[in-house]
Nanobody, 126 residues
Framework: QVQVVESGGGSVQAGGSLRLSCTVS????????VGWFRQTPGKEREEVAV????????YADSVVEGRFTISEDAAKNTVYLQMNSLEPEDTAMYYC???????????????????WGQGTLVIVSS
């Protein structure tokens, strides 16, 4: 059973930083794709950053704008999202999704990850 657990959310002032963590319990020999997504009420969940076990990654430039960095500690099965220069528009529930295969985007350029965490709330005040 694959479990995904996020942590690190909280409340910060605009311009501040947070680091989110996503720990995925998975077979160590398996390829994987882990991504950070966010969602606000009434809006669709949007991709923020994704990392593949082959070392590649992808950012949603319109969201990140050079402010966020995704990284991993493979030994800890943990993926991080370092968020700097936070803005009130970054306020959202942040979710971590994972799949036990390399990242594969569909015809709509979307990832369909199988496993999801419960989310961690980020609030940025002005």
């Amino acid at each position: 059973q694959v479990q995904v657990v996020e942590s690190g959310g909280g409340s910060v002032q605009a311009g501040g930083s947070l680091r989110l963590s996503c720990t995925v319990s998975r077979p160590n020999s398996s390829p994987y794709c882990v991504g950070w997504f966010r969602q606000t009420p009434g809006k669709e969940r949007e991709e923020v950053a994704v990392i593949d076990s082959d070392g590649s990654w992808r950012y949603a430039d319109s969201v990140v704008e050079g402010r966020f960095t995704i990284s991993e500690d493979a030994a800890k099965n943990t993926v991080y999202l370092q968020m700097n220069s936070l803005e009130p528009e970054d306020t959202a529930m942040y979710y971590c999704g994972a799949g036990l295969e390399h990242c594969l985007y569909d015809e709509d350029d979307r990832l369909n990850l199988r496993y999801w965490g419960q989310g961690t709330l980020v609030i940025v005040s002005s």
